[in-house]
Nanobody
């Protein structure tokens, strides 16, 4: 059972930056896709970005493209989400997740296809 622990959330002004981290309990990422999702009150959980561990391919939602960057540190078994130029619309609980099913990239946006989830970290962007 893989455990994922997010950290790095907080309160930031619009235009500011935050870096989220997602640490895994074991080194099992070689065949995984790691994703970041977010959920604002009253909204469904939405895809933010993903990284394929094996070849570092990355995928982003249009709403964050050019502002957010996903990366990973293999030695630390950690995935990062660097968020720049934050907007109030980015306010949400952010979750990291691991997908192990070997799906194609078009399936990375579906939260139901992820097998493991972190507990979430709150990001609040003030205007």
């Amino acid at each position: 059972q893989v455990q994922l622990v997010e950290s790095g959330g907080g309160l930031v002004q619009a235009g500011g930056s935050l870096r989220l981290s997602c640490a895994a309990s074991e080194r099992t990422f070689s065949s995984y896709v790691m994703g970041w999702f977010r959920q604002a009150p009253g909204n469904e959980r939405e895809f933010v970005c993903a990284i394929r561990w094996s070849d570092l391919s990355t995928y982003y939602a249009d709403s964050v493209k050019g502002r957010f960057t996903i990366s990973r540190d293999n030695a630390k078994n950690t995935v990062y989400l660097q968020m720049n130029s934050l907007k109030p619309d980015d306010t949400a609980v952010y979750y990291c997740a691991a997908q192990t099913g070997g799906y194609g990239s078009s399936w990375y946006v579906y939260p139901s296809l992820y097998d493991y989830w972190g507990q979430g970290t709150q990001v609040t962007v003030s205007s």
